[in-house]
């Protein structure tokens, strides 16, 4: 297993075209987790997925993003109508269930999606 | 809600010097993680260590050991024997259940 992976690694845009971004967690684990990070900033959470239930969203995804896991092993992450202001690069993350070992509560992460809005 | 604070926007470090990064955190939950990630210019976040709430002793990772004060609610990196590489981004995190929120990061710079 080559840890987690992200594409595209960057995607310039214009503003109010659609973006997609893939993540590919490590095949065992099956929490699946969405970051924003702008520049200079910590990774802000976005939204989580158990397998393909996705638990949690955070306030900052607004309407126009959407994440889904279809069959509970890779994630998209769709921004539609991109703005400036979305500008970010896009982490993904995975981990193995919390609680069962040390291991367990690490999130491995991969190498983010920029995104530069034009 | 849960909080991380990192006071320290930058810090700068003499090679072969040790240095601390401060955390400090906000949780009423008893059961939770504290992490600390590191992040190179390339942008990948490295995992470097880790310290669960219950545990007694202090974690350690090889130059990296994680200063646990419970009470005090911090948990501040100690890198030791510093070297050019460690220059980077450094990031606090804490994990409550699949809960997991970062700190704004301490930019370390190491002096050659």
């Known amino acids: 297993d080559t840890g987690v992976s992200q594409n595209p690694r960057h995607k310039i845009t214009k503003r109010g075209q659609n973006v997609t971004f893939r993540c590919d967690p490590i095949?065992?684990?099956?929490?699946l987790y969405w970051y924003r990070q702008t520049l200079g900033q910590g990774p802000e959470f976005l939204t989580y997925f158990q397998n393909e239930a996705q638990l949690e969203k955070s306030r900052l995804l607004s309407d126009r993003f959407s994440a889904e896991r279809p069959k509970g092993s890779f994630s998209t992450l769709e921004i539609q109508r991109t703005e400036q202001g979305d500008s970010a690069m896009y982490l993904c993350a995975s981990s193995l269930p919390t609680g069962t070992t040390f291991g367990a509560n690490v999130l491995t992460f991969g190498a983010g999606s920029r995104l530069t809005v034009l | 809600a849960q909080k991380i604070t990192q006071t320290q926007p930058g810090m700068f470090v003499q090679e072969k010097e040790a240095v601390t990064l401060d955390c400090t955190y906000d949780?009423?939950?008893?059961?939770?993680?504290l992490f600390w990630y590191k992040q190179p210019s390339s942008g990948e976040m490295i995992f470097l260590i880790y310290?669960?709430?219950?545990?007694?002793q202090n974690a350690t990772e090889g130059r990296y050991s994680l200063n646990f004060q419970k009470a005090r609610k911090s948990a501040n990196l100690v890198i030791s024997a510093s070297q050019l590489g460690d220059s980077a981004m450094y990031f606090c995190?804490?994990?409550?259940?699949?809960?997991?929120?970062f700190g704004a990061g301490t930019r370390l710079t190491v002096k050659p």
């Open positions: 310290q669960g709430s219950y545990d007694q």
């Open positions: 995190a804490m994990r409550e259940g699949d809960d997991m929120r």
């Open positions: 095949s065992e684990h099956n929490r």
């Open positions: 949780t009423s939950d008893p059961s939770y993680g």
